[in-house]
């Protein structure tokens, strides 16, 4: 069993930035990798960065040249920096970790509790 938890969250006014993090914590053979997704309040959930062990990188258009996500695979910890935030980047952040049980088995997603960001003057 994978354990997943972000942190980071908070309010932050336009312009501002914020760092999250994500740590999984478990019994587990190694991750895959790990992706940050985001939910506002009346929409449904999107995808907004991932990260590959082998360190390569993806993020959504929103958030590209703003947000860079990394990761330190010693303490299986991915952050999420978010610079230049907007409001409407408000929404609860949450952690997604692919992990697999062992060398042969079939990676698994694992999910954080989500943590809030709210970005307001």
């Known amino acids: 069993q994978v354990h997943v938890v972000e942190s980071g969250g908070g309010l932050v006014q336009p312009g501002g930035s914020l760092r999250l993090s994500c740590t999984a914590s478990?019994?587990?053979?190694?991750?895959?990798?790990t992706a940050w997704y985001r939910q506002a309040p009346g929409k449904q959930r999107e995808w907004v960065a991932g990260?590959?062990?082998?360190?390569?990188?993806n993020y959504a258009d929103s958030v590209k040249d703003r947000f860079t996500i990394s990761g330190d695979n010693a303490k299986n910890t991915a952050y999420l920096q978010m610079n230049k935030l907007k409001p409407e980047d408000t929404a609860v952040y949450y952690c997604?970790?692919?992990?697999?049980?062992?060398?042969?088995?079939?990676?698994?997603?694992?999910w954080g509790q989500g943590t809030q960001v709210t970005v307001s003057s």
């Open positions: 997604n970790t692919m992990a697999k049980a062992s060398a042969l088995a079939v990676a698994r997603n694992y």
């Open positions: 478990g019994s587990f053979f190694r991750i895959v990798n």
């Open positions: 990260i590959a062990t082998d360190g390569s990188t």
